[in-house]
């Protein structure tokens, strides 16, 4: 059983920054590709970025393209979600996410792929 607690979220302006930080822990878990999720109001669950268990391979949403950055220190134990350039857009509860898949793309495409939750962490960018 991998555990995962996510915090960091906040109230940023449009333009902002914030860090958002996912605490690991449990057997094996670094073998688990590590992501992000965001589920806005009256919407679905969608990706942003995941990082796979072993070669540091990355996908990105488009939307989040060149402004999210997405990395994990094993020694640590922690996966972080940099975000800037913040718009209202980015508006959502975000999740970490811990899956066995091997391919990061499909990791953030699929959310069926993902093995554990974290409990979220809500993201609000308004001026």
């Known amino acids: 059983q991998v555990q995962l607690v996510d915090s960091g979220g906040g109230l940023v302006q449009p333009g902002g920054s914030l860090r958002l930080s996912c605490a690991i822990s449990?057997?094996?878990?670094?073998?688990?590709?590590i992501g992000w999720y965001r589920q806005a109001p009256g919407k679905e669950r969608e990706g942003v970025a995941c990082i796979s268990a072993t070669d540091g391979k990355t996908d990105y949403a488009d939307p989040v393209k060149g402004r999210f950055t997405i990395s994990r220190d094993k020694t640590k134990k922690t996966a972080y979600l940099q975000m800037n350039s913040l718009n209202p857009g980015d508006t959502a509860v975000y999740y970490c996410?811990?899956?066995?898949?091997?391919?990061?793309?499909?990791?953030?495409?699929?959310?069926?792929?993902?093995?554990?939750w974290g409990q979220g962490t809500q993201v609000t960018v308004s001026s």
């Open positions: 996410a811990a899956s066995l898949v091997g391919n990061v793309q499909q990791m953030c495409t699929v959310p069926g792929a993902v093995n554990y």
């Open positions: 449990g057997p094996r878990s670094d073998y688990y590709a």
